[in-house]
């Protein structure tokens, strides 16, 4: 992610009036210290600044590392600051946007594990460079999600309005109409209408050449059956996952599924080299990019942001990056991975699925409830 990071710090720079950057999480090392020193640039040359971080995500950023930047006037603030509720509701977006201009969206986080090419060091993720009119809708979201930090129930109901505002102020209707190059996705508690899960299925229905990579798997089983009806059908689906993973549970419930993809002819591939990280669902012509994941989590927890781009060349290189990274990602040969299931393994996928599909989503509906 050197070159992402590069290209944050040139945005940053060249940035004239206003500068939005919001992360799940930051480290105090490698490339946090590069971006703060460019936004305290930044704030020298007058742009206005605001930096938003998720309380569980950035636990280890401490005030000391914050000070300068407020004491150059950057507006910082904290999501869901209470220790009880952090660990159910988690500010998983990634943005930065720049003047209303230009903004970079992806699936990366601001940490030296990140740092490097994805194979020979540094975890391997995704992400967009975007000009245009998104830009300034990116730019509002961003600002949704700063009032909403606090997360206490006068911000809640209050980003319930400002949400639902803003969606009938753009014209967005209440499904995806495959018409627009550019769509914007949010999902999380108080957003209506689920757009996120509803564009997914709206793509999966006319696809025929599906290639996933996700660093977390626990789709839901609509969008399962939906995937079986394209392998089984005229189409392809391959789907790439993690090798080696920072979450240990989340591969374990994705194997749950398994013997099931692979009965239905989808491909599974793991990457081998570094953490799979990655968050990008390419559907023929159409691109999904962003900080969502196929997993309960991401589709029905976390605050989210995906777009979604119907762009031939940009689906182009999306399919290109894919093939690079299956050169490091081999095939998972069903018959020896069958073999090597022992009743332990499947205990395992199995608890690791209930505790991931099953209890954490109910807690948190249930705390939602008690907040909201």
Known sequence: MDEAYAEMERCIDGATRSIRLE??????AGPATRLRAALL??????????????????????QPFLASLRDAGVRVAVFNPKRLLRLSFRNHR???VVDRAAAIVGGFNIGPEYAGDGVTRGWCDTGVLIHGPIAAALEQSFD????????????????RRQVRRLAAASGQPHHVTGTGPVELLTSGPAIPRRLLRRALRHDLRKA?????????FLPSSRIRRMLYRVAQGAGRVRILLAGNTDVPLARYAAERFYPRLFHR???IHEYQPQILHAKLVIMDDVVYVGSCNLDRRSLHINYELLLRLHWPELAADARQWFEQALQHAPAVDPAPWRAARNTWRRLRSQLAYLLLARVDPLLARRRFRAIS
Do not use: C, Q, W
Not at 41 to 62: I, P, Y
Not at 208 to 216: F, G, L, M, P, Q
């Open 94 to 96: 990634k943005l930065l």
């Open 144 to 159: 949704a999600m700063f009032g909403l930090a606090p997360f206490n129930v006068r911000r809640i109901r209050r980003f």
């Open 265 to 267: 002819k989808v491909t």
């Open 23 to 28: 992360t799940y999480i930051m480290r105090e």
């Open 208 to 216: 025929r050449e599906v290639a996933i990579a996700s660093a977390y």
């Open 41 to 62: 640039r930044a704030r020298t040359r007058g742009v206005r600044v605001r930096l938003l971080l998720d309380a569980f995500g950035s636990e280890d950023v401490h």
